[in-house]
């Protein structure tokens, strides 16, 4: 009797470690349609089948996972509150007028070079 499992053609005895890391797993069209697209709304209610939004927050994993969850993701939360906060009241944000389908396609710095952001922001008048 073989106990072991098959991971994708690859036979895995009892006992074995088997990990994952964020960046393919948010990049898997099943489970993210169209993941290299930004799309916020997908995860709006109205806009989503509930059994695919169900999914797609199964598979939700910006800090990691397990034991090696993102000792920072308290913080890293709290942080984005305040710095939106600040931002929202202290600043005027406008798009250039150049914006456009284009210019807001996602660049992944990941496996890619950095864009610099073109939004303008100014102090409140």
């Not at 053609?9 to 990049?27: D, F, K």
Request: aromatic share 8%.
């Amino acid at each position: 009797m073989n106990d072991s499992f098959d991971l994708l053609g690859y036979g895995l005895p009892p006992g074995t470690v088997v990990g994952t890391q964020s960046w393919s797993s948010h990049r898997d069209s099943v489970i993210f349609p169209s993941p290299d697209t930004f799309l916020p709304d997908r995860w709006l209610e109205t806009h989503t089948d509930p059994s695919q939004l169900f999914l797609m927050h199964q598979h939700l994993m910006p800090f990691g996972a397990g034991s090696r969850l993102c000792g920072g993701q308290n913080l890293a939360h709290l942080v984005i509150r305040v710095v939106i906060a600040a931002v929202v009241r202290n600043f005027d944000i406008v798009s250039p007028p150049e914006t456009n389908d284009a210019s807001m396609s996602t660049k992944d710095a990941f496996v890619g070079p950095l864009y610099a952001d073109r939004t303008a922001v100014s102090p409140d008048s």
